[in-house]
């Protein structure tokens, strides 16, 4: 069963939540990520309850990446199929698969849904714990690739279902900002139109709605209110799961819902010879058993993310 969510003691009103991509990471993986966070805020990050997601207590599910191996090569195959680049199509296979294939997996999405969903509550109660109503919370989400999927996934359930009393309008659980580096959302919704009917239980994914990706919202006799005002995607020109391939946007690729604020990051490969040896980072990157190094040559690297944004990150979230 998913671990215990994780529970901090407020300082003020201000919470944050960090969820990175599916791997092996674990609890002090991610510190130098914080580390950069911290430096980003400056002397208000002490006001701060820094939250983090991990995956490792419920990998169990992760394991059943092998028995998808089918279905996994014909997605592959499709999208290969629709990249003009013989190279570039390498890249593209060397990390979508496992981008990708915990949508096949039913009991991988729910064991992550349910542990986000508790991390979430978790994260609420201790702002009333320490005085802070909900109406005057001041959370916010930063995810980094697959997290930013299973962000999208969970802020529809919070906001549509009742019982977890997160929604925006009847709980008053509206979060600050939404942060999403290197989405793969709509690479996502396109991969599962290629796959059509073996995505199992498609219809439980918000990402595969007929009508469209969209900001969760919770729908009321008034209309809709938005689980946030400050959705936010960042991406860069040379990532791919961010749905660029070498300065060029993928429109199938890239994550584009109405309302969002959209920013694309300038990339340079520096120490990186070759579209080989991106597709050998991303591989590493996406799916190791540790957080990617640090640097600018990484064109995913969650850190380099983080500290390309320090002066917007500082003026979203202590606004």
Known sequence: ???????????????????????????????????????????????FAI??????????????KTALADRIQQLLTALKMGVNDAALSEAV????????????????????????????????????GAGVLRVDQRITIVAHSLGCFYTYEVLHTAATFVSHRLQPRTHAVRFANVILMASPVQLIRSAGEVLGPAVPNKNDLAVFDEAGLAIPAETHAGGTTTSTDNWISI?????????????????????DIPGQRSIIDPQTLLDIGSKADLAKLLAESVFEKKPPDLSISNPHSWEGYVARHEQELRQWLTA
């Open 93 to 128: 296979a060397e990390y979508a698969g496992d981008v990708l294939w915990p949508v096949l997996s039913t009991s991988a999405r729910s064991a992550v849904r349910q542990a986000y969903l508790a991390q979430l509550k978790q994260i609420v109660l201790d702002g009333i």
């Open 235 to 255: 991406t860069g020109e040379l990532d791919p799961v961010g749905g660029w391939f070498f300065r060029r946007k993928a429109p199938w690729a890239y994550m």
């Open 51 to 64: 939250y983090q997601l991990f995956y490792n207590s419920i990998n169990n599910w992760f394991k059943e």
């Open 1 to 47: 069963m998913p671990g215990k969510p994780q529970s901090l003691t407020w300082p003020s009103n201000r919470a944050v939540l960090l969820v990175h991509g599916v791997g092996n990471a674990k609890p002090g993986d991610y510190q130098d990520l914080v580390g950069l966070l911290k430096t980003a805020l400056g002397p208000e990050a002490d006001q």
